[in-house]
């Protein structure tokens, strides 16, 4: 059993960290950590994701988002505890896209792209997104990548937050550019586009 995404569970064996970096009254704080080690990506994230396209057996959107509900969940080759365990998610609350059902077991899609199969009990409706690597820029030498988390829904708004790639976003609703998260104690705005975990143009409520 390989435990690839081990990536996604907070410790000190991963080569590459992700944490939320808040700015209040100057005073620069650390909302919340994980550590994620590097994998190859498989596919493309951000704008131009797959959109919902049709139905499952359950009467919802296939693919549509979810999220983990356990801080561990096995990712099998099949629908069924007799396959083969590809990897484990070790962090509950991550983004997943559900690709296909078939009876209690959903076939999901990662934000690398990686595709297995995993027990329906193990997710939740819950939305939520991860901020992507591609959409915090460039930056200087030394210096970290962040997304600003704003208080209105305007790039021009002040930033109550700097979070980095990776940060697991609450999200609260959305109108298809804009999306009103929640991080920590911390809650406001940050592009659509710049997460993974909700479509191009979706609206939640």
Not at 19 to 36: F, K, M, S
Request: aromatic share 6%; proline share 5%; charged share 20%.
């Amino acid at each position: 059993m390989t435990t690839r995404c081990d990536r996604y569970r907070a410790g000190a064996h991963s080569s590459t960290g992700i944490r939320a970096i808040v700015l209040v009254a100057g005073v620069v704080a650390v909302l919340a950590a994980a550590t994620i080690s590097s994998g190859p990506l498989h596919a493309q994230s951000g704008p131009g994701a797959t959109q919902p396209y049709g139905v499952g057996a359950t009467g919802l959107p296939l693919p549509r988002f979810v999220s983990l509900k356990s801080d561990r969940v096995q990712v099998r080759q099949g629908p069924g505890t007799d396959h083969k365990v590809l990897w484990v998610f070790s962090r509950v609350g991550l983004p997943v896209e559900i690709m296909q059902e078939f009876e209690n077991w959903r076939q999901i899609r990662d934000q690398d792209g990686s595709v297995g199969w995993v027990a329906h009990a193990l997710l939740s409706a819950r939305r939520t997104a991860v901020v992507l690597a591609w959409a915090a820029g460039q930056q200087a030498k030394g210096t970290t990548r962040t997304v600003p988390l704003h208080v209105e829904a305007s790039t021009s708004a002040n930033s109550i937050a700097l979070l980095e790639p990776g940060v697991v976003c609450d999200i609260r609703n959305c109108d298809g550019r804009w999306c009103n998260v929640s991080v920590g104690d911390y809650r406001g705005y940050i592009e659509q586009a710049k997460l993974w975990g909700v479509y191009p143009g979706e609206a939640i409520k």
